[in-house]
């Protein structure tokens, strides 16, 4: 058993995002993702793997594939079970942003 605290391991760039790496096993990896004011994640996907997102701290947005947004702040949980999903949060806010992403490998 490990056990740590968000508080010690959340990191912030002015230049740009940060993920901080939690967790990893053979199937699973998790990240902090820490997005500062006005930084944004580049578009990209995790294809073989099933996604959660769970915000802890501040606003982001996330542009949803029919071109629409959906707004993540905490207290939500979103699951994703095709990370074939385009996934690039921004953070068009003045406080920083925290969320907990865990990456399970679909591969036996």
Known sequence: MQIQEFSSLRRYDPNRFVHVPVYQSKRTKV?????????????HR???FEITLQPLKGKAELPLPDGSKSLLEPGMFITVED???PFNPNNPFEE???MLIHLVSTKS
């Open 83 to 85: 990370g074939d999903f």
């Open 46 to 48: 995790h294809p073989g």
């Open 96 to 98: 920083g942003f925290e």
């Open 31 to 43: 990240l902090l993702l820490c997005l500062g004011s006005h930084q944004e994640v580049p578009p």
